[in-house]
């Protein structure tokens, strides 16, 4: 996090002897070592050349019966390019040509599974409670321009891609994540479960709360789920992805620092202590101004500091809070076996009893 | 957090500046400025002579139609007092002679609802994996030596207390919480809902997991609800006391750095970010030496760090890890409904479809 331009953790780091460094990031981080990965020269230059941050690192299991089974994963967070006045095709194609360099540079790390932030196409218009003039940046799920874009790329790199948008089905808008796997297909997508109607951000003024359930893509390289941003509030939204077999749960997401950047850092990293899986936040960055019917303008900031966690709790630090980032983590998926075994939370989970006391509060409320 | 006897927190205040140190605050414990609140001088003394850090905090909620309803905390973390190898009866007493001053303390700030830490009336034997040495530790929850204590201080200072002991019911034993009222009655009790089996810590072979559900008790001073120890990593025990209405839940506990000493900052102030009422964690300190049958030991060192959260997710700092403490905690409950009325995540909820799709789950496990 950045104060004044400058990061925070940069400067924490700087001003605590060693020692005290490594009390800091167990108690805040969950590990006294951030086990950072070098990344290539090249990824470093294309990084500088196109003004987005690269950082790596490791979430290692212990060694066991079974082999290894890493996961490299990518979480890209990104501002617009165009003035959100320019024609829609011209926005989107801009924001097209910005990911295309920087997922070049994930697969160059050999990374196998990748997602946007949400409605990573377009700047988050909701903003405005206006829709007639935004409504081309709708698309379908299975043919839309993102799919046609990304499709290419997944195939291309070997690379499962999410890639959450605004879907328009026959007229009906969604807002979903669409999951293409390694050959570019179509593998499924998920509808967001729970839409905030706090302040400008009405979402329910746009589309219904999801109808896809709690789906898990069992994908060639992990098994994964995608939970939506304010979905991230919900415990039992993350407590059904885990049921249903998720190792990985992402959380694309746009969400302002007036809303809870406090919050950030606690609720996905509490889901994957919670669950057994690994979690993958990921918040836009960038300034966006609306113009809306009657010439008022909405203006709104996202905060970034995209992360992920391990089911033992540690993290990764976050990326910028004002940059375009690519976050590559390296993840052993035995981990989440292992953080199983050893707290038993899964076991002593009495799922019985409430389902029944869920269901005796349905029933009188 | 001490590191070689210095407080993390300290060496953090000091080295930033401070347009650094409020934004460490906002990002890491929600709020600028922990909003200290002064104790008095005698109060101050009485630590000092004691040995027993104080500290006080307030967390104020906005002007509304109500007026406001402030609630007086008091959380104590303690270490026991003599070898485990005395008279039952002795380490008891000497427990009681040292929460008597800390309680009496608590009365002159005017704190009007007191927990203290889960089995706080004894070492924390458990570990030993031994029943029959110890087992004159376990007591009635409604007339044992605990209740008798403690109830006259209820009485005498017109305090709810929240008294964490091992119930003996007729020769069976429970992990249970009773909960005395400001008369020094019984009010009632939660048997502890999630036990651990981890290592040493196996509860499992010492008692059941609890039969009391989620109660929530109407004190005069708000409602309030026990969610004991190793119930902390269960996002729907957590769930279900906000949905049976509580305000402030507590988190006794006894647990050890091995044991996620990074995940206690993490779950209990999730747990209020996502069920809108205030959470109190609490944990022993010191560390305790059991010998068992065949004269091997058992070492074991407890963490403290006891500390509040808001509903609006900010938090205190912690108390010490390693000495006595008393936290005292000024609380506006009328925070609970302004941050649900902000966020709606009671709204948004869905509990419907998540009681269906539990009652699915539970059907084929």
Not at 9 to 31: A, S, T, V
Not at 103 to 108: K, R
Not at 156 to 180: C, F, H, R
Request: charged residues 25%; neutral net charge; aromatic residues 10%.
């Amino acid at each position: 996090m950045e104060v004044s331009g400058t990061n925070l953790d940069e400067i924490i780091k700087n001003k605590l002897n060693p020692h005290q460094l490594k009390e800091f990031n167990k108690i805040y981080y969950g590990r006294a070592d951030h086990c950072e990965l070098k990344v290539k020269q090249s990824s470093s230059e294309a990084g500088k050349n196109n003004k987005f941050q690269i950082a790596a690192y490791s979430f290692l299991a212990e060694k066991e019966t079974r082999d290894p089974r890493i996961a490299k994963i990518g979480l890209i967070q990104h501002s617009i390019v165009l003035s959100t006045e320019k024609p829609i095709e011209e926005q989107r194609q801009a924001i097209f040509n910005k990911i295309d360099k920087i997922i070049s540079v994930a697969a160059a790390e050999d990374v196998k599974v990748l997602c946007l932030q949400e409605t990573w196409s377009m700047p988050f218009f909701l903003c405005t409670r206006e829709k007639d003039k935004w409504a081309n940046f709708t698309e379908s799920a299975e043919q839309g321009p993102s799919f046609t874009f990304l499709s290419s790329l997944a195939k291309k790199y070997q690379m499962v891609i999410i890639s959450p948008i605004l879907e328009n089905d026959e007229g009906t808008w969604w807002n979903t994540a669409v999951v293409i796997n390694e050959k570019g297909e179509f593998m499924g997508k998920h509808r967001k479960n729970h839409l905030p109607s706090i302040g400008s951000f009405s979402e329910t003024s746009y589309y219904s709360p999801g109808n896809t359930g709690h789906p898990v893509f069992d994908t060639k390289y992990g098994k994964i789920a995608v939970n939506i941003c304010y979905g991230r509030h919900q415990a039992l939204n993350w407590l059904m992805f885990g049921l249903n077999g998720a190792e990985i749960v992402f959380n694309p997401a746009a969400t302002i620092a007036e809303f809870g950047e406090s919050f950030w850092g606690i609720e996905a990293r509490n889901a994957a202590i919670a669950n057994g899986y690994f979690t993958c936040s990921i918040n836009r960055v960038g300034t966006e101004i609306f113009t809306k019917i009657d010439n008022s303008k909405v203006k709104r900031s996202y905060y970034g500091s995209t992360y992920a966690t391990a089911p033992n709790g540690h993290r990764t630090p976050g990326l910028s809070k004002v940059n375009d980032g690519l976050l590559i983590v390296e993840m052993d998926l035995n981990l989440c076996r292992q953080v199983k075994d050893q707290w038993g939370f899964n076991m002593t989970a009495r799922l019985d009893m409430y389902a029944q006391e869920l269901e005796a509060v349905v029933g009188t409320k």
